[in-house]
């Protein structure tokens, strides 16, 4: 095994801030090639971010980063290695598309890559043979569980055969069988090929003895640097974990002592929860799966497991959260009922997340829950100070809950489930994602609440050394229990050395697998042993890599019932209650007659107005009071008024008058109405049936008017066309919106920081399915027009269908702007709202030419599409213009393609900030 | 009693969430801010600046007088095109109206033969086209009659019609856009604040919490109701008294005291309609997504834009099911046409009793909501 002693990354003098919180403070650190680096230490020590940097995933704020024989800060550099590394983020298939399944992922990893069709199918074919995946091919990933979602990853992260492979915790919250099978793996993958390096993260610090080579950090510093074996032999202790302990800063480690659990006294105590043959389905999916236990008062009960294993399914059943499927619990000896409130006041519960009020201050959160637990006044002051000063929160008392650091915060936590005293403390992992330090302290306050309190403690973990600390523990397993007892029985009955050993022991008994699984060897492609083969020529624009992402949004949006029936049908709905709905042709307006001259020559006027159909006559008014009161409630739109002897005076030639009210709330109906008015007015003076008693003047000349396109003005014909703009203006972009920001807010947004994809390739690629819906709405809503509202189409079809289809790449390039800019789905979402409704409903020439808007308006207006649609749309469907007339247009609305995709381009960053 | 305690406490929190958010308090202040002036210009009810071209083959005093008399701020001031040009600018979109006066016009009205004008409008302007049309003729028809009346006069009309606007009596748009902009950001907000605050909590882990406590979900979702509603109501008020009143100078006729309470009563039908969506939706995108499919028709449709009169009727039935439709139509009631307790108190009643009846479904699903959470 020839090892190159060129480092495989270099840092110097490396500083990172977040905010106010500094990652990384000055690192400078040599990382040996061709062997495996482990990063060890606590969560929220820099770990995470020093990985991301050496993958190029994340902008480098000062000092330098080398890796690969070349500077991180240089684009060009990053572009030309970025095919030689592979990157695997935290989190459990952070990177994966759940939706897809197993084999469509490595497909779409493999697309980035360049890899044509028949490359992909031998490297993929070959992966899933040595990771034992080939059955579960067609599995989506989301329903993986942790240990295959991590075999998974890797296959992704190996599809380009890379020299460096960046791990970042790749076994937390994973079952210790399938931790084992990983490691047996990556060590298999080594053998094959000697010259990859491999660098890791990680929080278990008993995988960390057979590492090559540690690094130890604390709190964005280094702590030191070299084999297990030399930082053993150092610090003088037997193990990484006691090693990492000693060599922490003198002030962290004052105070620790040995945690000594005094043991259970209690014995034979009546039991507090019982569980019988408790069972959960969701759908087709069991999540628990008849699992019994007696947990008896006093006593620490743990559940072992890894994520998903159905521990916090089982915990939710027994706080009443969630409804058993099938079987039952008891609870303090009767049967559960989730609407019994005082049974809940002799619990106490802390949940995975630690569910505190990130903007309450430490103080608010405590006084809250004693509020909310009705403790009288000065006994609540009084649990007060005793829960401040026992769990040592007096520093933090007017700090906000989010800025507390994680152990504070799971303190506070615990100290907020127990302010009202409960007889059972129900804790689900209370301590991930908190320092071994931490961890300890919040141990010591669980035993003191145990042993000295007499409380019953319920708590899950995956971490086997808290397990060991329980006085009886299940371990689980896909919805089973595998095993109860005390963790010595545990080991003992499995002749295993350590609870980790009985556990996989059990595990293996339980999947019919063994640890170190009988697949294949992994295989290494073309030439094992040779140089890696030099990444292939790399085009600007490259169609395979712009179509995997096409081919997989195009896929996940198929899979995602909620969103497909939004996009199909949300316009379809919205078009019929638009079309319906938005009218300006104003009928059956109410009015009412106070007629006080009751003569011949007054209903003659009146017969007029009785006979239009655009208004309904109520009863008559009787006097002033009525008029108004009538008007005041809107019950009707229009009074007129014929005062006494307007017959007398008529035949006296006297001039008459008529008086006539309008409600003016509404100023584009009472405009209406006054225009009716006036035109049935006209009616009456020129009407020969009264013309025989008057002398009517001759008018001087007449007004031919013409309504063009829409000769009867007819407002379906107007507002059909534009309420398809605003649809095409609305859901495109509010779909786009969500497409980008989503993967950030996932994190497989990593897969475009890491991979050669480009951000243009990244932006078209996504974008293409979201035209393709649009247009498939827009044929539903042309249907819709035609058939539905009888709007003919009376111009150009093609300059139509080619307006549409530049006007949906501008809409959904507006939502990409937004998507591109936003860190999260909902602010994606109400940005695109607020840009898009305002813009659309009132300044786009919906209502109101936009010529005819005050100045800002017009600008919002002129920068947005649909103003520059609506011609289109209305051209073609009413004012039947021809493809030469409409083409301006067009030409103007494809302007904004070029620049809102620039504007995408630029927001859109290639590293993480 | 202890009732009243945990939805007070539980509302004191509600509060002091909102105000760290400070996304959603620059979105709350905008929707009642810059929102409501940009509406009250839009001139959406109105004809202002129509643009107007104008072909005079007369070249006569008259053919002059009255394309003069096309003014600023109902019309732009008509551009002299040619006949031939018509067609092709209207195509275009450049003018709502054109009007062509004939050659000899002013002589043949002199000479009483009764000539015609030529007023062409594109009536694909739904509002600017059908009340600009009537604009015109009266223009067009008191400039002749102007002109007549210097050179022979005219006898004065028989009967003369009087028409009156109550309420508001200029007609102008931003009397009533302002006021239905405050409509459409209580409903936008209302909605979204309650149906979040119940999603954030489930994505938090703090509902599981919550609902282990000795609270109902009468309790909790009670509480986001009074909280968010005090943030709209004041929101409401500030809008009200600076935006519409101080800023864009809108008089109020009627008592906005009694406002404030319709406002109340259409809030916890908001707040609980929020509530009951939150239930629904399984993450923060399908509440928005719902949220949209919501909010736009019963906005769009609930005689705020266009009238409710112009709808076919089984529209305007089905939209009087909406609380929305009675908000604007109270709204307009008290506030233009300042009617009494006794005139709205149906519609307030009305509200509260399709609120009611969403509040109830909403703590109906609330429970099964927290499955939902894994």
Same mark, same amino acid.
């Given at each position: 095994m020839s090892r190159p002693t060129a480092p495989v990354a270099r840092l110097q003098n490396v500083t990172q801030r977040y905010g106010r919180t500094t990652a990384l403070d000055a690192i400078t650190v040599v990382l040996p090639s061709g062997c495996m680096v482990g990063l060890i230490g606590p969560d929220g020590v820099g770990k995470s971010t020093l990985l991301s940097m050496i993958a190029g995933a994340r902008h480098i704020q000062s000092g330098d980063v080398f890796v690969l024989d070349g500077d991180m800060k240089d684009a060009a550099h990053r572009a030309a290695v970025c095919p030689r590394i592979a990157y695997m983020p935290q989190g459990l298939g952070k990177n994966l598309y759940p939706d897809l399944s197993i084999r469509e992922n490595i497909e779409f990893f493999g697309r980035m890559f360049g890899q044509p069709r028949s490359e992909r199918a031998w490297r993929i074919a070959e992966l899933l043979q040595s990771t034992g995946l080939a059955p579960f @091919?067609?599995?989506? @990933?989301?329903?993986?569980s942790g240990g295959m979602r991590q075999k998974l990853g890797l296959c992704c992260s190996l599809i380009h055969d890379p020299d460096l492979l960046i791990l970042d915790e790749p076994t937390t919250g994973v079952d210790p069988l399938s931790r084992r099978q990983f490691w047996e793996l990556i060590a298999r993958m080594r053998r094959r090929r000697a010259g990859m390096s491999i660098v890791v993260a990680t929080a278990y610090m008993e995988e960390a003895e057979r590492f090559d080579s540690l690094v130890a950090m604390n709190d964005g510093r280094i702590l030191a640097v070299g084999s297990p074996l030399e930082l053993k032999a150092r610090t003088q202790t037997p193990t990484v974990e006691e090693a990492f302990i000693a060599l922490l800063p003198e002030e962290l480690r004052a105070g620790r002592k040995r945690l000594e659990i005094p043991p259970n006294r209690t014995v034979n105590a009546e039991p507090v929860i019982i569980a019988r043959d408790l069972t959960c389905r969701f759908g087709e999916f069991t999540a628990v799966d008849h699992v019994n236990f007696t947990i008896e008062r006093g006593e620490i009960f743990g559940f072992v497991g890894s994520n998903g294993c159905g521990k916090t399914t089982t915990m939710k059943m027994l706080t009443g959260l969630l409804a058993p499927s099938e079987g039952e619990a008891l609870l303090f000896g009767r049967a559960l009922d989730a609407r019994d409130i005082n049974s809940r006041r002799r619990v106490g519960y802390m949940s995975q997340s630690f569910s505190l009020y990130a903007e309450l201050t430490v103080r608010q959160n405590l006084e809250l829950h004693a509020r909310l637990f009705h403790l009288p006044a000065q006994k609540a002051a009084a649990r007060f100070r005793e829960l401040v000063a026992h769990f040592g929160l007096d520093e933090y008392l007017d700090q906000l809950a989010s800025d507390l650091p994680l152990g504070i915060r799971q303190r506070l936590s615990l100290a907020v489930a127990i302010v009202h005293e409960p007889e059972m403390l129900i804790l689900d992992e209370p301590t991930s994602g908190v320092d071994p330090l931490a961890r300890d302290y919040f141990w010591e306050l669980l035993i003191d609440l145990s042993r000295n309190q007499g409380v019953t403690i319920f708590v899950s973990t995956h971490f086997m050394n808290e397990a060991e600390r329980c006085d009886r523990l299940s371990l689980m397993d896909s919805g089973r229990v595998l095993a109860t007892d005390t963790p010595r029985n545990l080991i003992e009955s499995r002749g295993a050395a350590t609870l980790e050993g009985a556990f996989i022991s059990y595990l293996e008994e339980a999947t019919g697998s063994s640890a170190v699984d009988s697949a294949g060897d992994i295989a290494v492609p073309a030439a094992p042993d040779g140089p890696a083969p030099s990444p292939p020529p790399r085009p600007l624009v490259s169609l395979r890599r712009l179509f995997a992402y096409t081919i997989r949004e195009t896929m996940e949006l198929l899979r995602d019932p909620i969103r497909l029936t939004f996009a199909m049908f949300g316009t379809v709905f919205l078009m019929l209650a638009f079309g319906f709905g938005i009218s300006t042709d104003v009928n059956n307006l109410t009015f009412a007659v106070l007629d006080r001259d009751q003569s011949h020559e007054s209903r003659a006027y009146l017969e007029e107005l009785r006979g239009s159909t655009y208004f309904v006559e109520q009863p008559a008014l009787a006097n002033y009071a009525d008029l108004q009161k009538r008007m005041q409630s809107g019950a009707i739109r229009a009074a007129i008024e014929i005062p006494p002897g307007f017959g007398r005076d008529l035949e006296a030639g006297r001039p008459a008058w008529v008086g006539a009210w309008v409600d003016g709330a509404m100023p584009f109906r009472a405009d209406t109405i006054r225009g009716y008015l006036q035109a049935m007015h006209q009616l009456y003076l020129t009407d020969p049936a009264v013309k025989t008693t008057l002398p009517q003047a001759r008018s001087a000349a007449r007004i031919e008017v013409r309504f063009k396109y829409n000769q009867d003005f007819e407002s379906v014909y107007a507002m059909v066309p534009t309420s398809l703009s605003m649809l095409l203006a609305l859901f495109p972009a509010i779909l786009m919106a969500l497409a980008i920001v989503r993967e950030k807010e996932l994190g497989s947004i990593t897969n475009l920081y890491v991979t050669p994809v480009t951000r243009i390739e990244f932006l078209l690629g996504k974008q293409i399915p979201y035209i393709g819906i649009a247009m498939t709405n827009f044929a539903l809503m042309f249907l819709m027009a035609l058939f539905i509202f009888q709007v003919p189409l009376k111009g150009s079809f093609l300059a139509l269908l080619l307006g549409v289809l530049v006007y949906v790449t501008a809409t959904t390039a507006y939502g990409m702007v937004i998507s591109a800019f936003a860190s999260t789905q909902i602010a994606a979402l109400f940005g695109t709202a607020i840009m898009t409704f305002l813009p659309a409903s009132q300044f786009s020439g919906m209502m109101v030419p936009v010529s005819s808007l005050s100045a800002t308006a017009q600008i919002m207006g002129r920068a947005f599409p649909m103003t520059y649609f609506i011609p289109i749309s209305v051209g073609a469907f009413t004012k039947g213009l021809s493809f030469a007339e409409l083409a301006g247009h067009v030409a103007e609305l494809a302007v904004f393609i070029p620049v809102l995709t620039l504007i995408s381009f630029v927001l859109l960053r290639k590293q993480e900030r | 009693m202890r009732k009243i305690g945990n939805i007070f406490w539980l509302g004191t929190k509600e509060l002091r969430s909102f105000l760290h958010d400070f996304v959603l308090l620059g979105f709350v202040v905008y929707a009642f801010s810059l929102a409501i002036m940009a509406q009250a210009n839009s001139y959406s009810q109105e004809v202002h600046n129509a643009s107007i071209g104008a072909v005079d083959e007369d070249h006569s005093e008259l053919s002059r007088r009255i394309i003069r008399a096309f003014l600023p701020p109902y019309f732009h001031q008509p551009r002299r095109i040619a006949e031939r040009d018509i067609v092709p600018l209207m195509n275009l979109g450049k003018y709502t109206f054109t009007i062509d006066i004939p050659p000899n016009f002013e002589r043949d009205v002199l000479g009483g033969r009764n000539p015609a004008i030529q007023l062409n409008v594109d009536a694909t302007m739904m509002v600017q086209g059908g009340l600009g049309a009537d604009y015109a003729q009266q223009i067009i028809m008191t400039e002749i009659q102007d002109f007549l009346s210097h050179t022979e006069g005219t006898a004065p009309p028989p009967v003369n019609l009087d028409v009156r606007i109550l309420f508001n009596p200029n007609l102008t748009s931003a009397w009533f856009t302002s006021v239905m902009g405050i409509i459409n950001s209580v409903s936008m907000l209302a909605i979204i604040l309650a149906g979040a605050a119940i999603v954030r909590e489930r994505e938090h882990g703090t509902m599981d919490h919550l609902l282990v406590m000795p609270l109902t979900p009468f309790e909790i979702a009670m509480s986001k109701v009074w909280a968010n509603g005090l943030v709209i109501t004041v929101a409401v008020g500030l809008s009200l008294y600076l935006v519409v009143r101080t800023l864009l100078g809108v008089p109020i006729a009627g008592s906005i005291p009694l406002f404030m309470v319709g406002v109340a009563i259409y809030l916890f039908f908001a707040c609980a309609v929020g509530i009951f969506i939150g239930t629904i939706a399984r993450s923060m995108p399908q509440l928005g997504l719902l949220y949209l499919l919501i909010y736009l028709p019963t906005i769009m449709l609930s005689g705020s834009n266009t009238p409710l009169e112009s709808m076919p009727p089984w529209l305007a039935t089905v939209m009087q099911a909406s609380p929305s439709t009675h908000f604007v139509s109270f709204a307009q009631s008290i506030l233009y046409r300042g009617a009494g307790i006794g005139v709205v108190w149906p519609q307030f009643a009305l509200v509260a009793g399709i609120g009611g009846l969403f509040f109830v479904l909403a703590i109906l699903r609330f429970r099964s909501t927290a499955a939902q959470t894994t």
């Open positions: @091919a067609d599995r989506p @990933a989301k329903k993986l | -």
